[in-house]
């Protein structure tokens, strides 16, 4: 069983801090990683894709893949209040076209 | 340009009652999902069509849920009958044919969902 794990939250960080939101994937040969936000009541919207080993940033939001170690983070940096959501981390399994998505973590940024 | 659409956005059965969702995907894209996500889950994979082939559909309970996607646009996703444990969200998503020379994308976009409650 192809797992992806994140912890649940809720993580709450003041405004204007750094969030860290973490990510472990049991598929050693996946290639192609992504985050979403997904705020209360709506669908997940896309925010980040990673496929290279490093970090990529995107205005405020970095992601960090180290495939070694079988981990992907997202970074938001300047917190702001309208980033409390729940943040899905999804997984595309090697030589198939199947994502597996995370249980998602709730972040909290306070005002 | 438009994202993904879906309809209805809400749906309310008395179980044992037949249910239907609607997706259109983003234009041009071949690769259409349907998932199911519960309360504090994550979306969990229904079935996956390229063109009009449901390539993966191996988490679809087949003695009740039903799909089709014909002429390789839209989709429907049924419910016959509904049980109380079908009460979920049901989201469709899109991407880009796979078949798509490099620059790969894999990239899915979601569609606003449809909240079905059961009862």
């Known amino acids: 069983q192809k797992e992806v794990e994140q912890n649940s939250g809720p993580l709450s960080v003041p405004e204007g801090a750094i969030a860290s939101l973490n990510c472990t994937y049991s598929?050693?040969?996946?290639?192609?990683f992504f985050w979403y936000r997904q705020y209360s009541g709506k669908s997940p919207e896309l925010i980040m894709f990673?496929?290279?080993?490093g970090d990529k940033e995107d205005g405020r939001f970095t992601a960090q893949l180290n495939k070694a170690s079988q981990y992907v983070s997202l970074l938001i940096r300047d917190s702001q209040p309208s980033d409390s959501a729940t943040y899905l981390c999804?997984?595309?399994?090697?030589?198939?076209?199947?994502?597996?998505f995370g249980t998602g973590t709730r972040l909290k940024v306070l005002a | 340009e438009a994202g993904v659409v879906q309809s209805p956005r809400y749906k309310i059965i008395e179980k044992k009652q037949p249910v239907a969702f609607w997706c259109n995907p983003i234009?041009?894209?071949?690769?259409l999902y349907w998932y199911l996500q519960n309360l504090g889950q994550g979306p969990e994979l229904l079935i996956r069509?390229?063109?009009?082939?449901?390539?993966?559909d191996s988490q679809l309970p087949k003695d009740r849920f039903s799909a089709e996607r014909l002429k390789g646009v839209d989709s429907t996703l049924k419910i016959q009958p509904a049980e109380l444990g079908d009460s979920a969200v049901y989201l469709c998503?899109?991407?880009?044919?796979?078949?798509?020379?490099?620059?790969?994308?894999?990239?899915?976009?979601f569609g606003p969902g449809t909240r079905l409650t059961v009862t």
């Open positions: 598929d050693r040969g996946s290639q192609s």
């Open positions: 069509y390229e063109n009009e082939e449901a390539v993966d």
């Open positions: 998503a899109s991407s880009l044919d796979f078949s798509v020379p490099a620059p790969y994308t894999y990239e899915q976009y």
């Open positions: 990673i496929y290279s080993n």
């Open positions: 234009s041009g894209h071949n690769t």
């Open positions: 999804a997984v595309k399994l090697e030589g198939t076209y199947k994502y597996i």
